[in-house]
């Protein structure tokens, strides 16, 4: 267990980075400001949190299925960061904040981050037998 959840600290601490430095890059090539909406701790502790979560789940679910554990886990990964993108698209902003039809291109590609930079590290914490 204690293998599983660092595998999820150091991804989402990872993810977290990541995305941060996308959120600047955006933030500087759009000349858009979201940091009403999301800010760096709310990027960093989503980040560290889905991938934490992630590798609890994974732990939990490889002892509940023993044959394909990976594909199983990986396309239920993949459906719920698909649908977190729902809340990308609907999310209410502020009025004063300017060009809100640029939000979700800022804040979609962020949730791919988590799972991404989770598949990335798994080799490195790979804990069964090969």
Known sequence: M???FLHGLI???LAGLAAYVYHVAYRE???VDFSTVLNTPAI???SIF???LA???YYFFSKWVRRGTD???NAIFLVLTLAT???SFAANLPEDVESPELFPGLSVPMHLFPMLFWLAAKPLFKTDPA
Request: aromatic residues 12%; glycine residues 16%.
């Open 11 to 13: 991804a989402g601490i």
């Open 50 to 52: 889905s991938c934490v």
């Open 71 to 73: 594909a199983w886990f």
């Open 44 to 46: 960093l502790g989503a």
């Open 85 to 87: 993108f729902v809340g």
């Open 2 to 4: 204690k293998t599983h």
């Open 55 to 57: 590798s609890l789940g």
């Open 29 to 31: 090539a759009l000349l």
